[in-house]
Structures are given as structure tokens and as C-alpha cells.
């Protein structure tokens, strides 16, 4: 049995207890101390203190253009216990009751928002209401009609909402977009993701369908669905999924333990995904075409990403994803940059979307059309 | 564009010619000079003398316990041609018309049929009808229906009915399959098989529905089924499937070009497989456990298999698969020796009715139950 956390270890073969992250191993060479910003800063505070959001922080030691100036927490001692390590002050800690008066601190510029995925949406608009920016993990939210006025929500109030896709900006990954797109392997016609980890406790909010909106789906499927997406480079036109419960205990109702799911794309690539909560250390994508193939193993783990082509071994930088996603949000929202792969809200509806979709065709057993990208 | 022969040395590196075959690189050492007979020799007349008849006889060569000794085939200079280059006496030559003969020929005791997969129902009856042992190349027939005739109709002759299931000898396979029983994974989760490669001359029987009685899923779909069952060790229960058709043209009626399809297994186990016509060199299997896998990659070409387990690289003799074939079929035949997996025509049954099953739900887009083994 896995914590989520150390699953994301193992899949690199490197069980690090996280308060030393930073300082061993491949860590220590990604996250150097902290440089000279070339440019502005970006000024965030975390909500959720969990262990994601304290991976976040660690990996925000090595950011040249973020900086974590503030929490919002329900746990005083956390709090007290994150000013201490991070050297964040009084005046920029909030709890769930007082955080709307984050709109009257100027020392704040975005929120990144760690909560359970069920509290997001709400979270998400309150930000929003305090014209901070937001940054939202993923899931957005538990399904695209709330992940969609959450985008609402925040155009009405000015803000952008970007969500923590951490692939969009690793190298290996975006090296393989590069070929694709130049060509390296021809026209697409397969992918495959699989994704999974054996969960631990059963008492998690991850295993409570009130704070996850799912199970294995919401939590590591959506990697295979949105790396369908970014190798593959079109939106799904269709889907139909097959569920499978080994573990009706464990996994109660309205929490997905193993579902398969195919994706059809207009080009005539199709997808064959896999998201378990039964299978251990399952993280790989394999991209085929007409002329050449990529595959990624580790595909969407924490650690290094590694992987190779028909043109032999991927070489691209390791890197901390969490730093270089801090570093490129801040240009994204304080320089208006274009990251290769969108990661704002309507990105995050998109695979909110296929979600949807897919837990539609497990439960019917019918393909289901999706709309154009935009459509819920 | 690529024949089926070609894709077969391709995913190996070693694009040989066929004639050279026994003489140049990894099939040298695979294909030594006849060795001394260590036991009862089985005289087989091949039926069919295409590129995979060629190919079954250059590995004959090899063999120790099987021998070619006749031919049957609609072509004289084809006859004349192997005469020559196998030294197959004018006694042992039959054709289409004549080869019900072979009742009366003391000299034959198996017959392989290695004809158009629509061919070999009535080729299977009237070898059987002959009183020789028959074996047969895979696809078996071209539905659960037609095979099970055959199984029944050599049962009656007093017959042994066996398929050509090379991979049912293969040393990497086998390990693989020892260490799955042994326990080495743990609780098998998952399956994935892929199989396809880009087909060239339209004009050929494969793409024609009445010779081929279906596209990729009948020509190489059939070894990830068959593989998704001698990997788990279990008979599927359910299947789904989705048919993807980029060329109609080339692809007619009655010739799949890609299915995806997904099957599940008593124990729990799920499997998510592909059989195509439009992507080269994809041959991989891997199988996935609570505490570990095993990939093969290739996983069934003709070449050397490689692979690999949570334990490391398999290491297992390289072999050429119809040689082994040949010499384990000739024990099984004349000394009764069990094969670790099944290769008789029940076997083949079992891999068409699943065939039968992937084509309905294509088409009715239903999961499909199966009834237990030998139910058709």
C-alpha cells in the first residue's frame, strides 16, 4: 500500500522524506537557492497545506519569478509552523473565515489553491471576488459545468485562472510536442496512457466522494486525459469507457477504482487509457505514428521524466516541475507569456469535460460524442 | 508501405531475404545443421507454399524431430521449385484436386495448412477425412462456429488437430509465463497488447473478406488475444470494442483497419489491446501485477523477443520460433508431451469466439459476455 505521495517517489526510485527535497540528490541540482529575478515577481500565497501544497512551497525555494508570501489554512499550528520555515508574515496568513480580506493585501498577487477537489469551485470564486489571481491544482473541479463558472467567475472579475498542468512545462514532455509537431512521427494514430497507484489509507479524502467528486479518475486518470490531449495535439471527438471493481469496499460508490477508457480524434488517431487505484507505480505514455513513436516512462511522476523515440533516448533538462511551473505562471500572468501547451480554466474544462464524458460511457456503456472544445 | 513478411524482420532490425535466411546473422546460430534424431521423427507435407510456408520449411531445416517431406500446393513450378530446394520426392507432391490421396501415403503423418485463413475449414475436414494429424495455421478458421467443426471433425477421424501458436514455445514467453505462475508479479491487474503494422499490396488475400474473413483483428489483433490469455492465465469474461476506419477504400467492407478492444478476466484483471493495419512495428506486450510487470517489445515477431520484468532484462535463449514449434509439435504428436500452453484446436476455438465477440461488439457497440471455455 502507497501513500499518493510516495507513490510519486517511487516511480523515480527516490523515497525522499520532502522537508529534505531540496537538498538531496536530484532535487538538490534543480533547486539551486534562489537567483537574481530577471523580472517581476510573483507574489503568491497557498491554500491547502497539505502534503501537495508543501511540495509546492519546497519547490518554490528554487523559483527566480515566484515567491510564496502567504497561507491560507484551517490548522493555526500549520500556519505558525509554515511561517517558520518559509518566513511568511502575520499580516499575509489567513484562515477559511478571513481570507476574502486578501483583496485589501497588496503584497499578494495570485492564490494557488491546494485544497481537496470538491472545495475548489468555491474557493476558486471567492479568490476570484478578492481580484487576486488564481491558480488552481487539478482537477479544477469535479465536473465541467462547475469548472466552467469558475472560468466565468473569474473573467467577470478580471483575474486569470491558470490550473497546475506541471507537464505543460517539463522538457522531456515538451520535447515530444516539439517532434510531433515538426513531423518526427508522421501522422498520429495511437496513444496510450496508463496511470495508477495502489492507494493507502482508506480514510483519505481522496476515498470520500464528497471532497474527490471520484476516485482514481479525478486524481491520476486525468494525466492519461490530458496527455492524450498535449501528445496527440487535437481535442477527442468521442469516448467510451469500461469500469471494474475489484474492491467495492474500499471503493464506494461513486469512487472509480479501474476504468478503461478509448478516445477518438478527428485526425483518426485513437486512445486506449487505463486509471486504477489497483496498480502500482503505472505511469507510461507511448505516442505512435505513421513514421516514428515516442514513449515516456515515467511519463507524469515527479521525479526525473524519462523516455525515448524512434531517434533514441529523449535528452532534456531534469527539473523540479513545480519551480519551472511557478517560474512560467509568473511570466504567464505578469508578462502576459504564452506557455507551449495552455494551462488555464478552459484547458482544465476540457478534460473536465472528457471526465464527465467518461463516467457518463462507464455507467451506460455508450460511446458519447464530445462537443467542440469550449462546449460542455 | 510494408509486406506482412517485411514488418515481421522489421521490428527485428534484420530485414533478410528468405532464401538467406538459415545462413546470415541471428538465424545462423538458430538453424544449425540437422542434429541426430533424439526421438521418433514427424513427416509433415506443408499446404500452401506462400512466404509463411517458405518460411516454415527454411525453419525446418533446423528441426530434429520434424522433417518436410511433401508438399501440396495449385502451382506445378511452385512444386517443382521446393522438390528442388527441399528434396521432396514426386510420390509426396499433391495439388487441390489429388491431395485426398495423402490417406493412402505411409510416408506423410501431418499435414500443415498454411493456406488463405478461409481455406482452412475444408482444407482441416479433408486432411482429417485423409487420417493425418493436422496442423494448422492461426487464425484457425474465420469463426468460433467453423473451428469448432474442425475440432469435432478431427475428433472423429481420430485426428490431432494442433495450431500454429509459435509463441507458445517462445523462451522469453515462457518466462514470462513461469514467473506470472510463480508468482513473481503478484495478483495479475492488467494486460496490454498491441499489435499492428502498416499493410502494403492491396490486391492481397489479406484484404480480401472472403479469403481472409477479416482484416488486421484476424492477421495480428489475434496475438494480442491470445496473448492477453497465456500472459494472465485466465479466459476472459467480457469484451468491448471500437472500430477506427481512416481508409475505406483500401480497407473494404469486411476488413477491419483498427479496432481497440478491452477484456475482462474472473481474477479482476482488465486487459486494453490493438489490432491495426495502419501503424508499423508495433508488437508490445506488457503485463502488469500488484508487485510487478513483465513487457515484451517485440513481443511476437519472428525476430529475437526481448523483454524485460521488474527484475530486469529477461534472459532467454534466442530461438527461431517454427523450428522449436515444429520439434515441440512432433513430441506433442507422437509422444502425447503436454505444451505448457495449449496449442489444439480448442485453444483456437477460444481465440475465435473472443473474435467473434470483438467484430459484435464493434458493431452493436455492446459489452459482449463470453461463455465459459468451449462454449461457443
Known amino acids: 500500500m502507497t501513500t ?67 497561507v491560507i489554512s484551517g ?51 471567492r479568490v476570484a471576488k478578492a481580484g487576486k489571481h488564481v491558480i ?38 515538451l520535447e515530444v510536442i516539439r517532434m510531433r509537431k515538426e513531423g518526427a512521427f508522421g501522422s498520429i494514430r495511437f496513444f496510450q496512457g496508463l496511470s495508477g497507484f495502489i492507494i493507502g489509507d482508506p480514510t483519505q479524502w481522496r476515498l470520500n466522494p464528497q471532497l474527490s467528486g471520484g476516485g482514481a479518475m479525478m486524481d491520476i486518470g486525468i494525466y492519461s486525459i490530458n496527455g492524450s490531449r498535449y501528445m496527440i495535439g487535437e481535442e477527442p471527438v468521442w469516448v467510451t469507457a469500461q469500469e471494474t471493481k475489484t474492491d467495492p469496499v474500499k471503493f464506494k460508490e461513486g469512487i472509480d477504482e479501474t476504468i478503461q477508457f478509448q478516445l477518438g480524434f478527428p485526425g483518426g488517431a485513437v486512445a486506449s487509457c487505463l486509471s486504477t487505484y489497483n496498480l502500482n507505480n503505472l505511469d507510461r505514455f507511448f505516442l505512435d505514428g505513421e513514421k516514428g513513436f515516442a514513449e515516456l516512462f515515467p ?61 457518463h460511457a462507464a455507467r451506460t456503456g455508450q460511446k458519447v460524442r464530445l462537443g467542440a472544445p469550449g462546449q460542455v
Chains 1, 2 share one sequence.
Not at 491547502?48 to 502567504?70: D, F, I, Q
Not at 479544477?140 to 497546475?164: F, I, T, Y
Not at 524519462?306 to 535528452?315: I, S
Request: hydrophobic share 40%; glycine share 8%; aromatic share 6%.
Open 4 to 70: 499518493r505521495r510516495s507513490f510519486l517517489h517511487q516511480i523515480t526510485g527516490s523515497v525522499l522524506a520532502l522537508s529534505v527535497l531540496p537538498r538531496m540528490g536530484w532535487a538538490e541540482e534543480l533547486s539551486p537557492d534562489p537567483k537574481t529575478p530577471d523580472g517581476p515577481v510573483l507574489r503568491v500565497a497557498i491554500m491547502g497545506l497539505g502534503s501537495y501544497g508543501t511540495r509546492v512551497a519546497e519547490a518554490m525555494r528554487g523559483c527566480t519569478r515566484a515567491k510564496l508570501v502567504g
Open 75 to 125: 490548522t493555526p499550528a500549520k500556519i505558525r509552523q509554515w511561517q517558520t520555515t518559509y518566513g511568511i508574515p502575520e499580516k499575509n496568513c489567513y484562515n477559511y473565515e478571513t481570507y476574502d480580506a486578501i483583496k485589501d493585501n497588496p503584497d499578494i498577487d495570485a492564490v494557488y489553491v491546494i485544497t481537496p477537489n470538491a472545495l475548489h469551485h468555491d474557493a476558486v470564486l
Open 136 to 173: 488552481c491544482e487539478k482537477p479544477m473541479a469535479v465536473n465541467a459545468r462547475q469548472g466552467q463558472s469558475m472560468v466565468d467567475a473569474c473573467k467577470a472579475a478580471g483575474v486569470r485562472l491558470l490550473v497546475g498542468y506541471r507537464m505543460h512545462f517539463e522538457p522531456h514532455t
Open 299 to 359: 511519463a507524469t511522476g515527479y521525479g526525473p521524466i524519462q523516455g525515448r523515440t524512434n531517434q533514441g533516448e529523449l535528452q532534456a533538462p531534469v527539473v523540479t516541475h513545480q519551480t519551472v511551473q511557478m517560474d512560467e505562471m509568473a511570466q504567464i500572468l505578469l508578462e502576459g507569456k504564452q506557455p507551449v501547451v495552455p494551462v488555464d480554466g478552459q484547458e482544465a474544462v476540457r478534460d473536465l469535460a472528457i471526465i464527465d464524458a467518461i463516467y
